[in-house]
């Protein structure tokens, strides 16, 4: 790219019709309608907090050219104006949104990303609009996840359960989704809501497991005794998930994630709903299928991700007879006393008892 002396960024902006237009623009500064005399290798210097070079050499570009970016939302007319990149809609120059580079969720580095975090809650971009559902990134846990040991004084004591150090990809399962427990307050606006969600799309695996070749690779179960009594609030599992995976993200990520209220019912039979503030947590029935059929409602709202294709509740590890590991949800089972739901084998909802230790964990955070 360097050697094609061309300025590489990308540049969100809406037109007249309010459509969204991303332009992975080479020669920019051909495109820009500039109010002053400086050139565009000075004017990147000035403003690199607005526009940042991905790669490539700059190329220094006429001043005042007036050239129009033309695709099939319209014609589009950029400058250069107070620091910041307009657009004209046919009547009055608009700010472009969110002006910069848009790093992938996938390429992007933890800084970058907290970087782009702390923009959306500042109100210079959205998210919604740079990142998609279904976007993937590699996260590698920093240490082992036992889920022996001791959380808030409660001894998790079965020694059956140890999640080795190791890979997982988070994908985007929503955004604007989770209710944020404390709101953030932005320049013009509080945001009551996380700015995007991550579910781990494949479960943990074992210690000593380097292959997702087998449906008992990943052992997890949702807590020691065989009742629901206290429900995703008093369960284990809700614990660990807060404690041992919480400490096991990589440090930039970890302090992003934002602590949002979770709404499940109380167990043990009954349909009241808990709200539950949570770090890391697992997901309930209607967030993944849509329904609540296994479980009471007022769990949530399905997530976008989900919305999309049934096989995106599939995970790993599995054998080749069936399409998906079984995979813990925080539901109770609102059958009976005495089960947790999940995801079954293949790919239905079904239920177990929360002793059950072959199921897999696949938790989920916001940021």
């Given at each position: 790219m360097a050697n094609d002396k061309q300025i590489v960024r990308k540049l969100t902006l809406k037109d007249a019709n309010n459509v969204n237009v991303v332009y992975d623009i080479g020669a920019l500064g051909e495109n820009i309608k500039y109010d002053d005399n400086i050139s565009?290798?000075?004017?990147?210097?000035?403003?690199?907090?607005?526009?940042?070079?991905?790669?490539?050499?700059?190329?220094?570009?006429?001043?005042?050219?007036?050239?129009?970016?033309?695709?099939?939302?319209?014609?589009?007319?950029?400058?250069?104006?107070?620091?910041?990149?307009?657009?004209?809609?046919?009547?009055?120059?608009?700010?472009?949104?969110?002006?910069?580079?848009?790093?992938?969720?996938?390429?992007?580095?933890?800084?970058?990303?907290?970087?782009?975090?702390?923009?959306?809650?500042?109100?210079?971009?959205?998210?919604?609009?740079?990142?998609?559902?279904?976007?993937?990134?590699?996260?590698?846990?920093?240490?082992?996840?036992?889920?022996?040991?001791?959380?808030?004084?409660?001894?998790?004591?079965?020694?059956?359960?140890?999640?080795?150090?190791?890979?997982?990809?988070?994908?985007?399962?929503?955004?604007?989704?989770?209710?944020?427990?404390?709101?953030?307050?932005?320049?013009?606006?509080?945001?009551?809501?996380?700015?995007?969600?991550?579910?781990?799309?494949?479960?943990?695996?074992?210690?000593?497991?380097?292959?997702?070749?087998?449906?008992?690779?990943?052992?997890?179960?949702?807590?020691?005794?065989?009742?629901?009594?206290?429900?995703?609030?008093?369960?284990?599992?809700?614990?660990?998930?807060?404690?041992?995976?919480?400490?096991?993200?990589?440090?930039i990520l970890r302090e992003l994630i934002k602590p949002v209220n979770k709404l499940t019912s109380a167990g043990n039979g009954s349909s009241i709903i808990n709200t539950d503030s949570d770090y890391v947590f697992l997901l309930s029935e209607i967030e993944v299928t849509g329904e609540a059929t296994c479980s009471y409602s007022g769990e949530g709202s399905q997530y976008a991700y989900f919305t999309k294709a049934t096989e995106n509740r599939y995970k790993l590890p599995k054998t080749d007879s069936i399409v998906s590991a079984q995979w813990w949800l925080r539901s109770p089972y609102n059958h009976n006393h005495t089960e947790f739901c999940l995801i079954y084998y293949m790919g239905y909802m079904s239920s177990m008892e929360p002793s059950y230790a072959a199921v897999g964990i696949s938790p989920a955070f916001c940021l």
């Open positions: 565009i290798n000075e004017k990147i210097d000035s403003v690199a907090t607005d526009v940042s070079i991905i790669s490539g050499e700059i190329t220094p570009a006429t001043q005042h050219i007036s050239k129009s970016v033309t695709d099939e939302n319209g014609i589009h007319d950029l400058r250069y104006h107070e620091k910041k990149l307009q657009y004209y809609n046919g009547s009055e120059w608009k700010d472009v949104i969110s002006p910069g580079v848009y790093e992938t969720w996938q390429d992007a580095t933890e800084a970058e990303i907290a970087s782009m975090i702390q923009k959306h809650y500042n109100e210079q971009l959205d998210l919604s609009e740079i990142w998609s559902i279904g976007d993937t990134r590699t996260m590698t846990l920093e240490s082992g996840i036992s889920a022996t040991g001791t959380y808030n004084n409660n001894t998790w004591d079965v020694g059956q359960e140890f999640v080795r150090v190791q890979n997982v990809e988070l994908v985007i399962i929503g955004f604007n989704h989770d209710d944020l427990t404390t709101p953030i307050s932005g320049p013009t606006k509080t945001f009551t809501k996380a700015a995007l969600t991550v579910n781990q799309k494949d479960c943990l695996c074992n210690m000593g497991i380097t292959q997702k070749t087998s449906y008992d690779d990943a052992f997890g179960f949702m807590d020691p005794s065989d009742t629901t009594e206290g429900g995703w609030t008093s369960c284990m599992r809700r614990k660990w998930c807060n404690g041992g995976y919480y400490k096991a993200v990589p440090t």
